[in-house]
């Protein structure tokens, strides 16, 4: 694979950011027709991406496929018949999965369905009522505390029946079946970092892939966050669990704040090691955070019976800024710099992997570089960083050292170490032996 430092073939910033802004107004969920939009629109970029569904009432472990829900519109008028808020405008405004509702109540019988946050005051507030049946309205807590007595009507026109989750995956074959999982989910409404992101990161990232040669087979997924998960996994889970060797929930990838990991359950895995390897030397300010903290799909992908190698790279993690799961989430807090650099930390995790290796010494003893043109022939002050790469590879190379373990003993880009192998086993003074992965 290409070097992410010569940019070949990677999408910038700004296409990044334009993809999120087309997605943006789409009013998402666990089902329904906004997340079937949503995804033909990334199949228009990754044509064969393939797109499934899975009816209502489908188990999926101990969980089960709820009913579609589709929103139209949803409206709270105030007494003077004029409009307080309105789906249209934007569809944080209801509740997440609100049962159609047309009524007329008080203020005082109004305000249990109402919600806001008194130390946003500013923002709209993201919340679901997916699995109890119930209906809402989210509004910015000043606009709230203004609202006078009297009767207020509440028209809210949403479908909720039985129908379809929808998800889709994408299956890149490599020279190996051993592959790797890029998981990332497309059920939030008109969020940016939290949920488009991920979505705009990962199809960039599937699109570079298949442009490239590669040892992998790499299997992209978008799908509902948790309820999709589990039901990929219920219907995958063998194969899953025999030939992915790292996977990565992509999340929370487009705002200006450092990188933060979330490892795997075990923070051992292939994945785990992949991540640190790449964060420590291209983003060192990296924040790494305890599995106790997870929030996405790592909580599936790793759970105890399931137990798949999955770890997480982030800018600020789900949590843990202001704006999440509210409105300010928008497209300027999402700044296409921002998600060009998570697209290419990404792409160096995938060329680490791809460049993995474990060299085993041929030679007793340091071989005699000079007879192969690897070392000057004058001796003395010789400058150690023209010949240092060679040498520590060979030093290192017991058959038991992967080359993320010996590029994060010396420091030096797993890349450019691979190439460095390459040449050393043209020569004859190294082997490769099989590793884990």
């Known amino acids: 694979m290409t070097s992410t430092r010569l940019r070949h073939g990677l999408a910038n910033g700004h296409e990044l950011h334009e993809l999120a802004s087309r997605l943006f107004p789409i009013a998402r969920s666990l089902t329904g027709d906004g997340v079937r939009r949503s995804l033909n629109i990334l199949k228009e970029l990754v044509d064969d ?9 489908t188990p999926a472990f101990d969980w089960t496929v709820p009913e579609e829900w589709n929103l139209r519109r949803a409206q709270l008028f105030g007494p003077d018949g004029t409009i307080i808020v309105d789906s249209d405008n934007h569809n944080l405004h209801v509740v997440g999965y609100s049962i159609p509702t047309t009524t007329t109540l008080s203020l005082e019988e109004l305000q249990p369905h109402l919600h806001s946050l008194p130390d946003q005051p500013n923002a709209i507030p993201y919340v679901t009522s997916y699995y109890k049946r119930d209906w809402g309205f989210c509004l910015p807590h000043h606009q709230r505390e203004s609202l006078k007595p009297g009767t207020y009507t509440v028209k809210i026109d949403t479908d909720l029946q039985p129908g379809s989750l929808s998800y889709a995956d994408l ?6 079946s051993n592959e790797i999982l890029i998981s990332t989910y497309v059920c939030h409404p008109s969020m940016v970092n939290n949920e488009l992101s991920g979505p705009v990161v990962s199809t960039y990232l599937a699109k570079w892939v298949k442009s490239q040669p590669r040892e992998y087979t790499y299997r992209f997924v978008f799908l509902p966050e948790t309820i999709g998960a589990l039901v990929y996994l219920s219907q995958h889970l063998k194969h899953l669990q025999t030939f992915v060797k790292a996977g990565f929930v992509v999340t929370c ?13 075990t923070g051992t895995t292939y994945a785990d090691e992949l991540a640190k390897v790449v964060l420590e030397r291209h983003a060192p300010n990296f924040k790494t955070y305890s599995f106790l903290q997870r929030g996405s799909d790592e909580r599936q992908y790793c759970s105890p019976l399931i137990d798949l190698p999955v770890a997480s790279i982030m800018r600020s993690k789900y949590h843990e800024y202001p704006e999440y799961h509210t409105s300010l989430d928008d497209l300027d807090f999402v700044t296409a710099p921002a998600l060009e650099r998570t697209l290419d930390i990404y792409v160096e995790v995938l060329l680490a992997a791809e460049s993995n290796c474990v060299p085993l010494a041929t030679q007793y003893g340091e071989p005699h570089l000079s007879k192969y043109g690897l070392y000057p022939t ?16 060979l030093a290192l190379a017991d058959g038991r ?12 880009d797993i890349v450019a170490l691979r190439s460095r192998v390459d040449e050393l086993c043209n020569e004859g003074l190294l082997t490769l032996v099989p590793h884990h992965s």
Do not use: K, W
Not at 171 to 176: A, K, L, T
Not at 401 to 412: R, V
């Open 49 to 57: 991406l393939v797109i499934h569904e899975v009816a209502s009432g």
């Open 171 to 176: 299956v890149i074959p490599g020279r190996s």
């Open 253 to 265: 990838c487009g705002d200006p704040g450092n990188f933060s990991y979330m490892p795997s359950r």
């Open 378 to 393: 004058l001796g003395g002050q010789i400058d150690q960083r023209d010949i240092g790469m060679t040498i520590d590879v």
């Open 401 to 412: 050292n992967n080359l993320l373990q010996i590029s994060q003993i010396t420091n030096h």
